[in-house]
């Protein structure tokens, strides 16, 4: 089971951008799926973005274009760039991680066994 560790979260105004971070540890990083969810307060959690192993991606449709995932396998970390924020991005931003010998991307939260612990992302008009 790999632990997860988020941070690089903040308050920003709409049109700003943040970098979040997912440190990882326990295991080995390369093997996983890894993916970025979020939660806004009263909605339920939803998928932002997903990578595999050998580097594809998937996007939700609300953040295509503007946020961009990466993984760098030698230090165990996990990266979400978000450009172009908007006052809708603001919620609690989630690494989460699965082993999947397939390399399948999924969105779905159900999918995965690792999570962190969140880092808060505020975007003001």
């Known amino acids: 089971q790999v632990q997860l560790v988020e941070s690089g979260g903040g308050s920003v105004q709409s049109g700003g951008s943040l970098r979040l971070s997912c440190a990882a540890s326990g295991s080995t990083f390369a093997t996983y799926v890894l993916a970025w969810f979020r939660q806004a307060p009263g909605k339920e959690r939803e998928g932002v973005a997903v990578?595999?192993?050998?580097?594809?991606?998937i996007y939700a449709t609300a953040v295509k274009g503007r946020f961009s995932i990466s993984r760098h396998n030698p230090s165990g970390t996990l990266y979400l760039q978000m450009n172009s924020l908007k006052p809708e991005d603001t919620a609690m931003y989630y690494c989460a991680a699965r082993q999947d010998v397939y390399d399948l991307l999924y969105l779905d939260e159900s999918r995965y066994t690792s999570w962190g612990q969140g880092t808060q992302v505020s975007v003001s008009p």
């Open positions: 990578i595999g192993r050998i580097g594809g991606t």
